[in-house]
Structures are given as C-alpha cells and as structure tokens.
C-alpha cells in the first residue's frame, strides 16, 4: 500500500494482514494518526464501522471502564461475513475474553490459582530446564538456525503444554492449530486450505474433537495439570458448560504460544539491530533483565488489538460513540505513545517508563498469563547473553501477516557459543 493508498484508506492499518508484515512503516504511519486523529472513524465493505483508539489514555480508560464498555463474542475484528460464517457453522466463541461481567469473573476464577506469581514462581525451575533444553537444542544446530522457527515457537509451546500436561508428541499437532486460529490470513499458515475462515474452522474444529478426549481422560484419571483443573471447573456451583470448557482449553493453548514466541523473536530481532544494547546487558543483574524483558515486550507488542462495545452512549475526546458502537484497541500504537514514553520509537532495554506497557491489556481481562510470559522470557534471554559468544543476523527477519496476534515469523541467525 503506498502512502496515497494509506490516506484513502487508513482503517487498513489495523483490519488488513499485510500491513503488519513491515512494522517499522505501520509504526511510522500510526504515529500521524495517534497525533491528529486518535479516534479514527473506520468504515468500509467488509466491517460494520468501528473507531480506532491509539492513545495510551484511551485504551487503557476503556479497558478498565467495565460498567461502559463489554468485549462480547466479537472481541477480535473480522469482517462481518466471518463471523456469520463461524456462526452458521454452530461455532459461537465463549473464551475468556468473550464473555463479560459476573460470567467472566466466575470462568477465570477456575485457573487464576494456577496464574498466581507464587504459583507461577513456583514453577521457575521447570521453566529453567525447558529454557535449558532448547539452549541445547541451539547448540546442536551448529551455529546457524531460524530462532522463530526453530528455538522461539517450540520453546513458547513446550511451557504452555507442560503445564497442560499435553504429551511432547502433541506438540507439532498444537503448534499448527495454534497457528490456524491465530495465524489464519498468512498464507504459510493455511496448510492445505485455500480459505482462512475455512483453515480457523477446521482447527477450531480439531480443537474441540481434541480437548474432548482430554477432558474424558482427565475426568475418569485426575492428574495435577491445568488440564485436569480445566475439565473439573465448576461455576456457581455446577461443571462448566461444554462451550466454555472447550473455549477455556482454546484461549489458553493459544494465547500461551504465539504471543510469548512473538515477542521472544522480536526481541532478539531488536538486539540485534542494537548490538549496543545486546552487549550492555552482558553483565546485567535479574532487575536489569527484568526491565529489558518489558521493553521487549513493549515494543513487539504481539497481541495487536482487542475490540470494547459500548453499552451507552459514550464520548471519546469529541467523538460520540453511540451505546452498540465498537472501538479497536491498538496496543501497538498505545505503546508508542509519546505522550507516556519518553523517545517511543527507540527501543531501549534500560529505559524506566516500560513497566507502563499495555501489552497485556489492563482492566479484568489482564492477561492471565503475564508472569509466565515474563519469566519464559526473562530465563532465556539470561542464559543466551551468558552463553553466546557471538551473535549476528544471517538474513532479513519476516513478519507474520495477521492484524490480531503477530510478529516476527523468520529470524534467522548466526551464532558461537562460549
Ligand atoms: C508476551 C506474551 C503475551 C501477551 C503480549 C499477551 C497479551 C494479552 C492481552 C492483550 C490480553 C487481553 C487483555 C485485555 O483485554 O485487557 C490477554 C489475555 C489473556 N491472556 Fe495473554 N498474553 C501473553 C501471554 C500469555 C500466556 C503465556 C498465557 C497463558 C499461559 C496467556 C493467557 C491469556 C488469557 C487466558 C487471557 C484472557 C484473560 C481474560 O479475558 O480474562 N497470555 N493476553
């Protein structure tokens, strides 16, 4: 799209896969419209209309208004005509992030114990040996490799299944569902099928055939996994229904996986581009580390948007959304806000305004599985600037089409180690 095309049509910024594959031009041509128009009027063929917040203040207002704003069964923008398709295949999605007020409160009480920073540090030492294991993995593959594909992805994957409790032989099957509800309008994710709303079908589809089984198998053999948690949740008082469950197996597999591996990739990709930083963190200690991990999650930003619809008539800055209306929340662009972060565009592992990231969204849909996230990240980045001797790009990264979770799909490298 060139800039022309970009004027005539900015909304295709945030609803058109392909603008996401050159982030570096989408960050430069969001920035215009976080300054002059931040609350962007979208309207064309494929969407109802909806308006785009880009401000920091906006998204994280509207996230937290919960009395105002509800997510509904359309939380993630697709034209409209994928949704009735979804829908006229008996599939109505009923995850986490769809539901809204007391049911969501009572679905996500189910897992929050398992979400827990004690629970979750609780687990550090089986993050550790995972981390280990694909160091090794790294080691084996001689100095040369795709770290998205070959360290990233399956990495992510592994923390997420372990604490499943989905056997390792599971994990390629996993990874290409995953890749099929998220990744569904890239054409390297489509598999076999022509048709993205076809492909997510059929690995929803799979999904749900797949989670039964589980959820059979951990109802008559209980284990201590978040499977097992999963199949026994009870809400008020009664098993939770079987669209819930299914969706509950869903978001978590999926929102466990390719948000984290995104931002482990693009991450690296950053330190590479900035040996600089790479070589400062060398010596640094866990709060330094810690503080590098938030930059990088700032600035991959790998969850690029959810929708809020609004309950009544609302004003944002001049603009009147009236009570049905709908808002996209650009967390990408909320996160270069320069308004709250000073210098936005440069990345900066030592900078003291990244704990102020949306990434993980704000309000009661916080992301659950925020200190995973950071602790996989932050136990991997600890052992490559303690290990590599020498690292350096061997080729130009690529950029996962998706406008809902995305990021860096192909980074390939060069490395020695100690
Ligand atoms: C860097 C990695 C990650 C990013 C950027 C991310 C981002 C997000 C965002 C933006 C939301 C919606 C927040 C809102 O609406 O306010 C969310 C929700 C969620 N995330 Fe994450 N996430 C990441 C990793 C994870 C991991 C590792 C897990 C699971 C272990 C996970 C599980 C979930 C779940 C279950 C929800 C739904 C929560 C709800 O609606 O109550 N996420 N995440």
Known sequence: MSMTDRHLDPGALFHNSQQWTDMERWHREV?????DTPVLAVSDDLHEPFWVLTRHEDVFNVSRDHANWTNTTRSVLAPDSVYDEIAANGVVPRSLVHLDGHDHVAHRHVTTDWFKPAAVGARQPRIDEIADHFIARMRELDGECDFAVDIAQPYTLRVIMDIYGVPESDEPMMMELTQGVFGSNDPEFLGDDTDPTEHTLRSV??????FNEITEDRRACPASDLATVIANGQVDGCPMGDAERLWYYIIVATAGHDTT??????????LLE???QWESLRDADDTAIARATDEIIRWTTPVRHFMRYATNDTIIRDTKVPAGGRVLLSYPSANRDENVFADPMRFDVTRDDSDKLLSFGIGAHYCLGAQFARRELRAFLRRLLDQIDLIESAGPPEWAAS??????????????FH
Request: a positive charge; hydrophobic letters at 35%.
């Open 274 to 276: 900035n040996p600089d």
């Open 31 to 35: 920035e215009s419209i976080r300054r």
């Open 261 to 270: 591996s995104f931002a482990l990739s693009g991450g690296l990709q950053a």
């Open 403 to 416: 406008h809902f979770v995305s990021g860096v799909k192909h980074l390939p490298i060069r490395y020695r």
């Open 205 to 210: 589809m799979t999904f749900i055939q797949y």
